[in-house]
């Protein structure tokens, strides 16, 4: 199989760049490979090239926040569109390139499955901590994770069993179908390819979706009450940016600056506008990253305990239907204001504090991905 690896991932005798001119130009070629990588080439993989990625892995818009680099093409539609992020070079690449198979990637926030979602292409998030993820650049080391981008099931399937340690094959198919965010009609094109895949899944499981109102259940549950937290939103909205802020500065981002002015006269190294901005909220906001993981944590056990179950024959006892993206474009010549801290909360955010796999599946070819969460 021929592979791109997202420039993240350490390769022996090449540089390491992270989107980040005045990183690849201070530090010298690797001397080592990273474990995903070895595992894959090992395997027989054949690596083709380093792939672009937004700077340090962080959420960048086209073309305005791309500073250092500019963001690769999505070859989608008129070709104009925004390729998403992080792990943009992949997304583009397997949306444009027949000639490759697999692209290597990471998610932390959604970096595997959104350039997979605007790209047409396969996309995952794995269980979190499946493979270590030593010689790789970190963004948080508690929810960095490998993934793949791909144009064929197939190809996507081996590359896995390849990469993941201790998968387990199970006997039968969930017998529970969730849903949130979906349509009530098919008012438009992209949402009756959804409507149907649907159709078509429910009749494959011989199963009636219901919508799954997890909002609801979290503010009837006792978590809430000992959490002082009524909503999602009041626990979670900045438990993504606290983590990936405080753990890639302290891990990352200030031995760079450290290094970057010893060697350049006590110079500070050129950001892009997000890096900037989240590295400064690193250093600032009054959250502390311990709250971040009690947060995170309370929501993981409260999810997997009462909400979508594991089972010991169907590994979890329900699918999570979600839209990721309705065929909207994302125009990269539309200026944009600058960029804030990625707080919030939404469907997306659960397999990321869950620590459960998130899977984007193409529809069809007019490009209506939906992502699936299983145990």
């Known amino acids: 199989m021929r592979l791109g690896v997202k420039d993240i991932f350490n390769l022996a005798g ?11 130009d201070l530090y010298p070629a690797r001397n080592t490979t990273a474990l995903v990588v070895q595992k894959l080439i090992d395997a027989g993989a054949i690596i083709v090239g380093k792939m ?17 680099y500019h963001s690769p093409f999505n070859a989608r539609g008129d070709g104009y569109s925004d390729p998403s992020s992080s792990s943009a070079g992949g997304g583009a690449g397997i949306g444009a390139y027949t000639w490759l198979d697999l692209a290597l990637g990471s998610d932390t926030g959604g970096s595997v499955r959104n350039p997979a979602q605007v790209n047409g292409a396969y996309g995952n998030r794995p269980t979190h901590n499946l493979v270590a993820l030593t010689d790789v650049m970190p963004l948080s080391p508690l929810l960095d994770t490998p993934g793949f981008l791909a144009r064929d099931a197939k190809i996507w399937k081996v590359a896995g069993n390849v990469l993941y340690d201790n998968l387990t ?3 039968s198919f969930p017998k529970k179908l969730y849903t949130t965010g979906f349509p009530p009609n098919g008012s438009n094109e992209a949402e009756k390819v959804l409507l149907s895949f649907l159709s ?4 494959f499981l011989d199963v009636k979706s219901s919508v799954l109102d997890y909002d609801s259940m979290w503010a009837e549950s006792p978590q809430a009450e000992a959490a002082n937290a009524s909503t999602l939103s009041d626990l979670l909205s900045l438990t993504y ?10 891990l990352f981002g200030k031995p760079f600056i450290a290094d970057y002015a010893a060697a350049n006269d006590g110079r500070m190294p050129f950001l892009d506008p997000n890096p900037l901005v989240r590295w400064t909220f690193a250093q600032t906001n009054q959250t502390t990253l311990e709250e971040g993981i009690a947060n995170k ?8 305990s009462d909400v979508i179950k594991s089972d010991p024959d169907t590994c979890s006892e329900s699918l999570l239907l979600y839209p990721g993206t309705l065929a909207t474009p994302n125009y990269r010549n539309v200026y944009l204001k600058p960029p804030t801290i990625p707080s919030g909360w939404g469907v997306y955010n659960v397999a990321i504090f869950a ?10 070819l007019s490009f209506v991905p939906s992502n699936i969460v299983t145990c």
Do not use: H
């Open 241 to 250: 940016p606290t983590l990936i802020s405080k753990q890639q500065y302290n």
């Open 14 to 24: 090449t540089k390491r760049g992270c989107g980040n001119r005045a990183y690849y």
């Open 297 to 304: 944590t309370i929501f993981m056990d409260w999810w997997n």
């Open 169 to 171: 094959t199970f006997t």
């Open 200 to 203: 078509k899944l429910e009749a």
């Open 355 to 364: 620590e459960v796999p998130d899977m984007v599946l193409p529809c069809k």
């Open 52 to 68: 672009k990625t937004s700077q340090f892995a962080n959420g960048e818009m086209a073309t305005a926040d791309w500073v250092d």
